[in-house]
């Protein structure tokens, strides 16, 4: 006789059997029968967090970390729409996530039932796919479905909708052997005349650069980048989302492009005569004004996905395939022409760029007040917890530090809100990750006012003992749009001040939530606070660095403008080459 | 464009939420069951005067539900619009209106004494012709299909299915 199950029971070994071992979630009516077999799990570990937001984002920061599929829980309604930030941010960010929501009885559903939304309508745009369950037998396939798509291809969040009857009826046990999608062919691969025609490019090229974007990280690809780049000499320049895809020691790395890269990362990518885009995808961060950008450049664009190709930039090579198999693959074609007598010169090019490099180098003046400087804080923080620690980070000023100032040595070691650009995000992503690689040092560097975005997520930290540490660059501001205002709106500070240099005390706040709170408010002190923090094991732990509230990030392309128009300081451009 | 979809609820939401979201414009859009069970087909007229074809092609095609994708142009589709027009016809103009019609498209489907309900079948140009015609009598009522397209030749858009090519 087949063992009748709930579907709720069919749902967590639907879980089980889809390899997931973490769940973030927060119960509520409609998803509570899933809750109570949840409770007889070994396989499943449950973390119930505080507000629905951490429990997608630490879905997503545990799956960064991991490289597994992130998974949340909420209830309907409230619950479901609680997810939304976290979805969006995942969709921009392409983040295997799967979302399990309840939702009220079928007959109820279009009635305006109690806690009813309609979360698949609402996550249609947000979601690379998403399910509405009301057949407690299509619970499996819908799971494994889920998981499938969300991992395979350009990952992506995918949401399970399952109503509460369904939850509820009686059922068999199955599980689909064999996934059947006949709209989604996720595995495609780059032709061999694409591949010839691209090193064809590479091989005529007078100032080449790899345009690295987040996708390489995501495929598992940078062991080929990291030879091609060695076997090109190529200059490379990684993208916010793509930092660690090439260690930051390595001598043709010349740091992030865009609104706050490097000049040397800026100016190649203008200058430059092909653009070899690895799993970037030409965001308007990146380019700049877009009919200005790279003006010289033509373009071989390397994406799974084939609606990148030519979607902000025309390409002139279009490789579609997993970016693992198709650098293999230009890099055997590279040898074999080397091996044919070609030659790659890049002498001048390079001679170009490393006048940029050594004339505008990443910097920053200290604060003429003796106050402390956020980005000596987080430069100091990166040199003290080094390149094994994972970094996450909220939205703002203190986010493009972290990616200016700490030195990536390896992929997903850095893990922040690119697309989006979600206030609230370095906690639970934090928290996410520390779950994901207990044994690594996990850092979330995050503003004043993100943090009181999510913060309360400490309590989660706290006790199931996920021991994070959080770097508060309190600049008692919303730094990031005061910088706008400072540049763009005549110094008028129209809400902008948090007063967060008095209330709330963080550390106070740290010591409620049972983890350790420091302060630090010299230079003198930085050293010694970080390395106390690195030694509490136990608990979490806050440090609230009062950094000044003046810094600002250079160097910086004013949104709308030309990357040309780079300035290295308040009205400081850097001078170009002549010949340029 | 031709377009076969999974006949699952909420794909025609997905489609056209798509279309909108991505500013592609839509000039017309026609959705019914095809030779296949569970597959329905979606034939889509789009404006391009803001996207490239293949942009517009490539994001449809990312939504799981979506099929398969042909993209017929004027010369390689038949192409077919239906009307369904009442004209408010005075008595001395009603035989001068039907000999006007081509009978090819059109036939008269309900009379009445003041009025004349025709029915066409045509491609879009015919019918645009065909209403300008008609406008000169008086439309009192117009009710017109979107646009539905079949390649020429004797390829089929399901042979795509049951390969799994790539499109
Ligand atoms: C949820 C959300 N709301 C608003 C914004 C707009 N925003 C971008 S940066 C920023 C300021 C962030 O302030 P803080 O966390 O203190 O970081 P700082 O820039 O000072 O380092 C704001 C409000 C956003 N990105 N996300």
Redesign the interface.
Same mark, same amino acid.
């Given at each position: 006789m087949t063992e009748k199950l709930t579907g709720a029971q069919v749902l967590i070994r639907s879980l089980e059997q889809a390899q997931a071992e973490v769940v973030f979630g927060i119960p509520g009516g409609a998803i509570l029968p899933a809750y109570d077999p949840l409770m007889d799990s070994s396989k499943l570990r449950h973390i119930l967090v505080r507000h629905e937001q951490a429990a997608g984002h630490a879905a997503s920061g545990y799956a960064w970390a991991s490289g597994r599929v992130g998974v949340c829980m909420a209830t309907s309604g409230p619950g479901a729409t609680n997810l939304v930030t976290p979805l969006a941010d995942a969709h921009m960010d392409s983040i295997p996530v799967v979302a399990i929501t309840g939702q009220v009885p079928s007959p109820a559903i279009g009635t305006d039932a109690f806690q009813e939304a309609d979360i698949? $309508?609402i996550t249609? #745009?947000i979601t =690379?796919?998403n399910y @509405?369950v009301t057949d407690p037998h299509e619970i499996p396939r819908a799971v494994a479905e889920a998981f499938y798509?969300a991992s395979t291809g350009r990952p992506g969040p995918v949401l399970v909708d399952i109503s509460k009857d369904a939850l509820q009826a009686e059922t068999t046990w199955w599980w689909p052997t064999e996934i059947k @999608? &006949? $709209?989604? &062919?996720p595995h &495609?691969s780059a032709s061999d005349q694409a591949v010839a025609d691209a090193v064809e490019l590479i091989l005529s090229a007078k100032k080449p650069v790899l345009y690295v974007g987040g996708g390489i990280i995501k495929a598992s690809a940078t062991n080929e980048l990291l030879e091609m780049a060695n076997l090109t000499g190529i200059p490379v320049v990684t993208t916010l989302m793509a930092r660690g895809a090439v260690p930051d020691s390595h001598p043709s790395h010349l740091g992030m492009p865009g609104m706050h890269g490097t000049v040397a990362a800026v100016g190649a990518l203008q200058q430059s005569d092909l653009l070899i885009a690895l799993g970037a995808r030409f965001d308007d961060r990146v380019t700049g004004k877009l009919s200005t950008f790279a003006p010289n450049a033509k373009v071989i664009h390397l994406d799974i996905? #084939?609606?990148e190709? $030519? =979607?902000n930039r025309a390409a002139d090579v279009a490789l579609v395939g997993d970016a693992k198999q198709t650098i293999s693959r230009l890099n055997a074609e590279f040898s074999k022409q080397l091996k044919n007598g070609r030659t790659i010169d890049q002498a001048a090019w390079w001679q170009s760029l490393n006048r940029l490099r050594d004339t505008y180098p990443l910097g920053y003046d200290d604060p003429h007040d003796g106050s402390l400087s956020p980005q000596y804080v987080i430069q100091r923080l990166g040199e003290l917890a080094g390149p094994d620690a994972i970094y996450t980070a909220g939205v703002g000023q203190h986010q493009m530090w972290a990616a200016q100032f700490i030195k990536y040595e390896r992929p997903n070691t850095w893990l922040n809100s690119g697309g989006l650009g979600t206030m609230g995000y370095a906690v639970p992503a934090a928290m996410g990750a520390k779950v994901a690689k207990p044994n690594n040092p996990v850092w979330a560097i995050d503003g004043d006012g993100c943090f009181q975005m999510t913060n309360q997520e400490l309590a989660t930290c706290t006790i199931n003992e996920i021991p994070i540490k959080v770097a508060v660059i309190n600049n008692n501001s919303l730094g990031m749009v005061r910088q706008w205002q400072t540049l763009f709106y005549n110094e008028r500070y129209s809400q902008t001040d948090l007063h967060s240099h008095s209330f709330p005390d963080f550390v106070k706040l740290a010591e409620a939530y049972g983890a350790y709170g420091l302060r630090c408010d010299s230079a003198e002190q930085v050293d010694g606070t970080i390395e106390k923090a690195m030694a509490m094991d136990d608990a979490p732990v806050v440090i609230d660095f009062m950094v000044h509230q003046d810094a600002m990030v250079w160097p910086m392309v004013a949104a709308g403008t030309s990357n040309s128009d780079i300035k290295v300081a308040r009205d400081m451009a850097p001078v170009w080459d002549r010949e340029d | 464009m031709s377009v076969l979809v999974e006949d699952k609820p909420g794909v025609l939401a997905r489609v056209a939420g798509l279309f909108a979201r991505r500013g592609f414009n839509v000039e017309s859009l026609a959705v019914g069951p095809t030779e296949i069970p569970e597959v329905s087909r979606m034939t889509i007229v789009v404006n391009l005067e803001d996207q490239p074809l293949a942009q517009v092609i490539q994001q449809l095609d990312k939504l799981i539900d979506v099929i398969a994708i042909e993209e017929l142009s004027v010369q390689a589709g038949i192409e077919r619009e239906l009307i369904l027009v009442k004209i408010q016809v005075k008595e001395r103009d009603r035989t001068a209106l039907k000999q006007s019609i081509n009978p090819n498209i059109c036939r008269v489907v309900d009379e009445s004494d003041s009025m004349l309900t025709i029915e066409a079948a045509a491609t879009p140009f015919e019918i645009k012709q065909l209403l300008s015609r008609l406008s000169e009598f008086g439309v009192a009522e117009l009710v017109q299909s979107g646009v539905v397209a079949i390649g020429r030749g004797p390829a089929a858009l399901n042979e795509k299915l049951r390969t799994g090519a790539e499109n």
């Open positions: 698949r $309508g249609f #745009p =690379k796919h @509405l798509i @999608l &006949r $709209g989604y &062919r &495609r996905d #084939p609606a190709i $030519g =979607k | -």
